[in-house]
C-alpha cells in the first residue's frame, strides 16, 4: 500500500500529475478540489494516496487531506461506486457539500454529476448517510458553510482544450463537457478557472 507521496511535481494537467519521488514517477489522479490546490511545476508536493490495484491497471490516487481519503474510502465501499466515479463526486462538489447532500437526502444534486444516475444517488443516499453521520464532525467539515476558494495556479498552454480534456476524464460526456466550457470560458482564464466554473454551472 502507498499511503503518502512527497517529491517534485514534474508534469500536471487536471486530473492527472507526475511526481518525481528520488528518480521515481508516480502518476496519480486527483479530485478537482485537490488538484485546484497544487503547487506550480517544480515544486515539492506531499499527498495521501489510495492505491487501487487492478488486473488491468494499477492506479494512483491522491489527496490534500486525510479527511478527503478517508471520503474517497467511504465512497468506494458503496455497491455501484468505484474510483473514477468516486473521483467525478469529489471534483463535482467539496466534501462538505457532499456529506450534506447525503444527510439531506438531496438527490436532485448528486444526479448531476457525471454517471450519478437516480438509482445511484439514491443508494449512495441510504448506503452513506449512516457512515457518514459523525463524519462532518470528525473531519472538521460544516456542511451549512461553503469552502473557501483554493488558489488557482498560472498554467496551460490552450486552456479550453486542457479544461474539456480534463471534464472528459472525469466523465462528463462530450457535449456537455464542451457546452459547459464554452459557456463559462472567457480570454483571460486560465484551464482551471474554466474547469471550476464549468463544474459549478453543472452541479
Known amino acids: 500500500m502507498i499511503g503518502r507521496i512527497e517529491g517534485v511535481i514534474v508534469y500536471k494537467q487536471a486530473p492527472d500529475l507526475l511526481v518525481d519521488v ?5 502518476e496519480i489522479q486527483l479530485p478537482m478540489s485537490c488538484f485546484f490546490e497544487l503547487p506550480a511545476v517544480g515544486q515539492t508536493v506531499a499527498l495521501w494516496t489510495h492505491f487501487v490495484v487492478r488486473e488491468d491497471a494499477q ?23 468505484g474510483p473514477k466515479m468516486a473521483l467525478a463526486i469529489m471534483s463535482g462538489m467539496s466534501a462538505g457539500q457532499f456529506v ?38 470528525n473531519a472538521g467539515f460544516d456542511p451549512s458553510s461553503s469552502d473557501p476558494e483554493p488558489a488557482l495556479m498560472v498554467s ?32 483571460d482564464m486560465d484551464s482551471e478557472a474554466i474547469i471550476r466554473q464549468a463544474l459549478k454551472s453543472m452541479v
Open 22 to 26: 528520488q528518480g521515481v514517477g508516480y
Open 100 to 137: 450534506a447532500s447525503v444527510q439531506q437526502g438531496d438527490v436532485s444534486t448528486l444526479v448531476k454529476i457525471p454517471g450519478v444516475g437516480k438509482k445511484t444517488a439514491e443508494r449512495l443516499v441510504i448506503e452513506m448517510r449512516d457512515r457518514l453521520k459523525d463524519f462532518g464532525a
Open 156 to 187: 496551460v498552454e490552450n486552456p479550453l482544450d486542457d479544461a474539456l480534456s480534463a471534464l472528459l476524464a472525469l466523465g462528463y460526456k462530450p457535449a456537455q463537457a464542451e457546452k459547459a466550457v464554452k459557456q463559462v470560458a472567457k480570454a
Open 59 to 81: 492506479l494512483l490516487f491522491g489527496f490534500n487531506t486525510l479527511n478527503e481519503r478517508a471520503l474517497f474510502r467511504q465512497l468506494i465501499k458503496a455497491q455501484g461506486v
